[in-house]
């Protein structure tokens, strides 16, 4: 009868007297590194595998699952997809000074709810409005923890238990299956759905005007668009009617762009500054997607709507917090100055690279992983804007086509990197956009293709 390979294996005390495993001791805790000797033994037993016969091979094995045990979940990576602001990786990289902001104040202690010249209790939710009512021209503003909150708290404050009037063609889903009317019905608002998927006219949303209105809502379509024969009615021309109806009118603007892109080619996203001239009464929008800033709600608008937002308890469940106000207000900062903002705010420099910069970075890559052994060519790509916003535009860019005779399976190496690398496949090539990779990572994406393809 064959002997059971298992009976041969070692024990787990045996294992973490070994002296490479007494040493893993000294930056890792004897639990986890226990623990992860114990998984590592039953995998084998499991797999009824004979057993190593070397130390060495039992302690590289335990010091691989030590290491993947001990990674971080949530991790940084490089956006080589072409996707500038990529929902799953993260939307828009913060800019140097924003990160400063959020080391100075996550340092010490600091004014988030405290007045230093009254000597008093303050509140959270004056930082950031002074500087957003001067970028938008709106009379007050109010920061929330992302687009979706900013709604469900217009709509709650202003239209629970009464009804919010909005197109069928505005009841869109966004990212992760998530859906408008979901989200607004969780406001305690009803939802009166006006016009058809592809044409509302002004009467549409006359008609459904009564006692009960409580708003009306538009919702700019930034992750699609509509073409043939459709109709919608702009905000402009939505003032009027709500007016008549003596509800405010709210404009879920979405992108949060605040610096006009059309001398990059980037044209049909209106700015903040143009949103709240067209008249809505509140206005709302992303701090992470075209602003460029940190994952957050935007409220601009009347100050006595804003005024009755702050004084909703669900603001407090819905607040941000000291890091986030830091990160926003240092990227509102940069974007008093258009040219300042185009250079020195990450997620606008990338994607107002010109081509030519991109190829000759592409170039670069290419030489640099040439000479570790892994092959590759430019090619022309085209990059996409991401996060939903200008859904159309199509941008020039450049790509490293790696030469790779099994494209999924390179493409795994590098998820697997240090420092996963994330590109994308396209007819049947792996592709490296440049377009979405920070210019400073360039020789880090080097090292981290030749390790995991060389």
């Known amino acids: 009868m064959k002997a059971d390979a298992r009976r041969a294996l070692p024990a787990v005390g045996a294992l973490l007297e070994l002296e490479g495993v007494r040493r893993l001791l000294e930056r890792a805790p004897r639990g986890l590194v226990a623990e992860v000797v114990r998984s590592v033994v039953d995998d084998a037993r499991r797999a009824g595998v004979p057993a190593p016969d070397d130390d060495a091979r039992w302690l590289e094995a335990i010091e691989a699952r030590l290491a993947q045990r001990q990674l971080p979940s949530l991790r940084r990576v490089i956006n080589a997809t072409g996707v500038v602001l990529h929902t799953n990786l993260g939307r828009a990289p913060l800019a140097p000074a924003a990160l400063e902001a959020m080391r100075t104040v996550a340092s010490g202690f600091s004014n988030l709810e405290y007045d230093v010249a009254a000597g008093a209790r303050g509140s959270r939710h004056t930082h950031c409005a002074a500087l957003l009512a001067e970028l938008t021209g709106a009379e007050d503003a109010l920061v929330v923890n992302n687009c979706a909150a900013a709604l469900v708290l217009a709509l709650n404050t202003l239209s629970d238990g009464r009804e919010a009037v909005i197109s069928r063609g505005e009841l869109v889903e966004i990212g992760g299956s998530f859906r408008v009317p979901d989200i607004m019905a969780k406001s305690?608002?009803?939802?009166?759905?006006?016009?058809?998927?592809?044409r509302t006219h002004a009467d549409d949303y006359r008609r459904a005007l009564s006692p009960r209105t409580g708003a009306i809502v538009s919702v700019h379509r930034s992750n699609f668009a509509q073409e043939g024969f459709v109709a919608s009615v702009p905000v402009r021309e939505l003032v009027p009617i709500a007016a008549e109806g003596g509800v405010p009118l709210l404009h879920d603007f979405g992108s949060g762009l605040l610096v006009d892109l059309a001398p990059w080619g980037l044209t049909g996203e209106p700015t903040a500054r143009d949103a709240v001239r067209a008249g809505a009464s509140l206005v709302l929008m992303s701090g992470d997607k075209l602003l460029g800033g940190p994952q957050a709600g935007v409220i601009v608008g009347r100050a006595a709507l804003?005024?009755?937002?702050?004084?909703?308890?669900?603001?407090?469940?819905?607040?941000?917090?000291?890091?986030?106000l830091a990160a926003l207000e240092a990227t509102l900062a940069l974007s008093r100055d258009p040219a300042r903002a185009v250079s020195g705010?990450?997620?606008?420099?990338?994607?107002?690279?010109?081509?030519?910069?991109?190829?000759?970075?592409?170039?670069?890559?290419?030489?640099?992983?040439?000479?570790?052994?892994?092959?590759?060519?430019?090619?022309?790509?085209?990059?996409?804007?991401?996060?939903g916003a200008f859904p159309t535009a199509r941008l020039p860019s450049a790509a490293l086509a790696l030469d790779v005779e099994a494209p999924d399976r390179a493409d795994a190496r590098l998820r697997a990197a240090r420092v996963p690398v994330i590109g994308r496949i396209v007819e049947g090539r792996l592709l490296l956009d440049l377009r979405g990779v920070l210019p400073e990572t360039d020789d880090e994406l080097a090292a981290l293709v030749a390790e995991a393809l060389s």
């Open 188 to 198: 305690g608002a009803t939802l009166v759905e006006v016009g058809t998927t592809n």
């Open 306 to 324: 804003v005024a009755a937002l702050r004084r909703n308890p669900l603001a407090r469940a819905l607040r941000v917090d000291k890091l986030t």
């Open 345 to 387: 705010i990450p997620a606008l420099a990338l994607l107002t690279a010109g081509v030519g910069a991109l190829e000759e970075r592409a170039r670069r890559l290419a030489e640099a992983l040439a000479a570790r052994g892994v092959r590759g060519r430019v090619v022309p790509s085209e990059a996409t804007v991401g996060g």
